[in-house]
Nanobody
Framework: QLQLVESGGGLVQPGGSLRLSCAAS????????IGWFRQAPGKEREGVSC????????YYADSVKGRFTISRDNAKNTVYLQMNRLGPEDTAVYYC??????????????????????WGQGTQVTVYS
């Protein structure tokens, strides 16, 4: 079965950290750009961070720049999102998406509703006091 599976979400206090994983099953991620998107209750989905498949170019939304780091391990067929200094505003369901036909990582992140090749099912991140 061809799919993306996110994991690593959970409950964390403000200032804490989580690492999300996006693992591919049934296909290899080597040539796919990967995007992390999130949707908070009552809000539209937004792009968080994206990474290209070829040269690992990265893009970050201003709201997470300096706190989040996206990386990929093609040997493990997995892309990660390291999230540090989390705040209540980061509470959301986080999704990853994969696509082979991306012009730039910024373009991918700016289209959170894009018809990408694969979407994961999402993982909940809750930052609470």
């Amino acid at each position: 079965q061809l799919q993306l599976v996110e994991s690593g979400g959970g409950l964390v206090q403000p200032g804490g950290s989580l690492r999300l994983s996006c693992a591919a099953s049934g296909f290899t991620l080597d040539y796919y750009a990967i995007g992390w998107f999130r949707q908070a209750p009552g809000k539209e989905r937004e792009g968080v961070s994206c990474i290209s498949g070829s040269d690992a170019n990265t893009y970050y939304a201003d709201s997470v720049k300096g706190r989040f780091t996206i990386s990929r391990d093609n040997a493990k067929n997995t892309v990660y999102l390291q999230m540090n200094r989390l705040g209540p505003e980061d509470t959301a369901v986080y999704y990853c998406a994969a696509d082979r036909d991306i012009t730039t990582v910024q373009s991918m992140c700016s289209r959170p509703g894009g018809f990408y090749d694969y979407w994961g099912q999402g993982t909940q991140v809750t930052v609470y006091s």
